[in-house]
């Protein structure tokens, strides 16, 4: 089935930073494959004037998540700094919205609705459908899907423009399952009309 892209609709794409990419300090396998999709994504989003959102994460250089601060993760994506940047490969659209997430030292925020204005932006722009993808499926994308869901916003999981993690062996096939049992639907960029 076909889907339209239209002005209630909004792109969300997830933390496709140099960290998460191979060669980062914490890479998704194969993470930078799904760039080019990503890219149809943009064309087609920015063609029907619908607003291209991108989440990053932004941390502080004590952030909880560390290993060195008792998280579970290599340090990485630390503001400003190179593997905090967007992959150079990605095709940002000028006008994108760029939303920072996990900010503060003490707060890990897997979600882009977490400690962001992310929601309020949309409201206000009177979007109800979002098409999220990125890195990875199994964390930050599962995240941000499912408080979307939770926020009342229709959404549509980019199964082609999202790669996970797998700390354990089958992680990201979980999360897929557990987005779609919430209300979130698969699409990939050929449904899109």
């Given at each position: ?127 109800n459908t979002l098409f999220i993808g990125g890195l990875a499926t199994d964390y930050c994308v599962k995240s941000t899907i ?9 959404v549509y999981f980019m199964k082609d423009a999202s790669k996970g993690v797998d700390l354990h062996p089958g992680d990201s ?21």
């Open positions: 089935m076909k889907t339209k892209i239209d002005k209630g609709c909004a792109l969300i794409i997830v933390d496709v930073q140099r960290d998460f990419c191979p060669g980062g300090s914490l890479a998704v396998p194969d993470g930078d494959k799904i760039i080019p999709v990503l890219n149809l994504y943009i064309e087609a989003f920015k063609r029907r004037s619908a607003p291209v959102f991108l989440s990053r994460d932004w941390h502080p250089e004590n952030h909880k998540s560390f290993k060195e601060f008792g998280g579970q993760w290599p340090i990485h994506c630390v503001r400003n700094s190179k593997g905090s940047q967007f992959h150079p490969d990605l095709k940002i659209p000028e006008d994108a919205i760029v939303i920072s997430k996990a900010t503060e030292p003490d707060r890990e925020a897997y979600s882009a609705f977490e400690g962001t204005d992310l929601k309020e932006i949309l409201k206000d722009k009177g979007i499912l408080d979307a869901l939770k926020e009342g916003f229709k096939e979980r999360a897929v399952a557990e987005m779609i049992s919430r209300g979130a639907m698969e699409i990939e960029f050929s449904q899109i009309e």
